[in-house]
């Protein structure tokens, strides 16, 4: 069991009920409470790495908005010289960078939702910990109550459940295995295509935008003669 299910599981459980069905209540509560320690300690190695990635993010995007700006620059420069040629390619090179930008600013944006959900875990799974903590002084007095509520339940039927769900996780597991393998044989075929397309996108853009930069450049040296 991953670190995330197994949160979700101690977040969405209910202690008490945990407690009735164990045969010693003191010991499943050290349990319970050494399990949400190791949890914690994992969601908040993974909230480091998360912050980490956010950093990288942020030191790309700001690199992408450079070279952006540089391509940016050139193009202009080229203009002035007359190299309409170099100019279109520096405005290329520009598009480029802007997707960079555009799709590093969506995983940005992904690992900012994580990192909220994560600490809403956090402070969720903190909250059971000292819950946890608080009652582990009462369950001697509970013990004999949760030991007559066990015998009066069959885990016959649980245990046929949970049967079910481990065939069915096993089977969706290998269904998620051949869909894979099928994925594999088009990623060349849908890349290839993606570009073709990409690169008539870019000429359109590069065309349009060199004739904007030409028409602001013109306008803006008219207006230093006048």
């Avoid at 594999?184 to 359109?204: I, M, N, V």
Wanted: glycine share 2%; net charge negative.
């Amino acid at each position: 069991m991953g670190v995330f299910s197994r949160m979700s599981d101690i977040i969405n459980s209910n202690i008490n009920a945990m407690l009735d069905k164990a045969e010693e209540p003191e010991k499943v509560v050290r349990l319970i409470i050494q399990e949400m320690e190791d949890t914690l300690v994992e969601v908040r190695s993974a909230a480091a790495r998360s912050l980490a990635d956010r950093k990288e993010l942020e030191r790309r995007m700001a690199h992408a908005a450079r070279e952006t700006d540089e391509w940016q620059r050139r193009a202009e420069l080229a203009i002035t010289k007359g190299r309409d040629d170099l100019a279109k390619a520096a405005l290329a090179e520009k598009k480029h960078t802007e997707s960079a930008q555009d799709a590093l600013r969506e995983h940005y944006d992904e690992v900012e939702l994580g990192l909220a959900k994560l600490n809403d875990d956090i402070a969720a799974l903190q909250a059971k910990l000292a819950d946890a903590k608080h009652r582990q002084n009462a369950l001697q007095a509970r013990h004999h109550t949760a030991t007559h509520r066990l015998k009066a339940r069959s885990r016959t039927h649980d245990e046929r459940i949970n049967s079910a769900l481990g065939r069915f996780e096993h089977y969706e597991r290998k269904l998620e295995h051949m869909e894979g393998k099928v994925d594999a044989y088009d990623l060349g075929k849908q890349h290839d295509l993606h570009r073709e397309f990409a690169d008539l996108e870019t000429d359109d853009h590069v065309e349009a935008e060199l004739a904007a930069l030409k028409e602001r450049m013109a306008s803006a040296k008219a207006a230093n003669r006048d």
